[in-house]
């Protein structure tokens, strides 16, 4: 019995650091388990998903079904829109955002604090509520159902430019200032000292521009009639509809639509839990 009072702390912290962990392992896995779902079911036959007790491993691998999921719907051209709509929106908020980012943390001008707030409180106004005053100003301008109604309205963003103008604060200004002295151009300050320093912002945007426009569904179910103009998310649903759902086939797509969201995800992983943990910090 000697010395084990000086042990109980340790055993008790042991003890606490083993059920944190467990807890941890148990919520990743609660979260993981969808996807593991999503991916084998799309290796599935169309029966065996349906047989109860439900079975995690497939009864034999099916690879065809991505082949049979491109062949049933314009799949291909789908993911083509996706693509190229979000990486058109990505593109042009880290330049507008950038910009903005810049003039609202480093620029002084009257009204400067009061222009913020009000384009800051902008992103109080749920997004349903400007959905259709946005429809009809695209309506009356003839961009439904083009490239334009999808890239467009998404190339500012406030949350873009809050989250840049906190990270273009928390840098020292004596950089900015050696560069004055040198005969920098405001534009040459942005561009040659700010954004270099700034790739974790940026590449924080970035991911949260790419995946919230490749995702969106909504939008482009208001702004998009023609088959061919159909982004990944619109062309899920119609596949559901059409083959009255055939989860074999649509868990196939499913499948491929994330994949781009993981790429992006694990490619700037660095910068993203960088950007998180320094940007929004210092007001």
């Known amino acids: 019995m000697t010395g084990s009072p000086t042990h109980r702390p340790a055993v008790r912290r042991a003890a606490g650091s083993f059920a944190m962990h467990l807890a941890v392992y148990i919520l990743a896995l609660c979260t993981v388990a969808p996807f593991l779902w999503m991916i084998l079911t799309s290796f599935k036959d169309l029966g065996d998903i349906f047989v109860y007790p439900p079975k995690w491993l497939p009864a034999g691998l099916h ?22 709509v979000a990486l058109t929106v990505t593109a042009g908020q880290l330049v507008t955002c950038s910009m903005a980012a810049f003039a609202f943390a480093r620029l002084r001008f009257r009204g400067r604090d009061l222009l913020f707030y009000i384009f800051l409180g902008t992103m109080m106004i749920p997004y349903h509520v400007t959905m259709i005053p946005s429809f009809m100003i695209l309506h009356r301008l003839g961009w439904i159902d083009t490239y334009k109604a999808l890239i467009v309205p998404g190339l500012a963003s406030a949350f873009g430019t809050f989250l840049l103008r906190q990270f273009f604060l928390s840098i020292p200004k004596d950089l900015e200032d050696s560069a004055y002295i040198d005969g920098c151009s405001r534009f040459g300050v942005l561009w040659r000292i700010i954004l270099p320093l700034s790739k974790p912002a940026l590449a924080t945007l970035a991911i949260f521009t790419f995946m919230g426009v490749f995702n969106d569904f909504i939008w482009a179910l208001v702004v998009i009639n023609s088959e061919e103009m159909r982004t990944v998310q619109l062309g899920l649903a119609v596949f559901r509809d059409r083959y009255v759902t055939e989860w074999d086939l649509l868990m196939a797509g499913s499948v491929t639509a994330t994949l781009p969201i993981l790429m992006v995800f694990f490619f700037a992983q660095k910068y993203f839990i960088k950007g998180i943990t320094l940007s929004g910090l210092k007001e």
């Open 63 to 84: 690879p065809e079904n991505y082949v049979r999921a491109f062949q049933a719907a314009p799949f291909g051209r789908f993911y083509l829109n996706s693509l190229a």
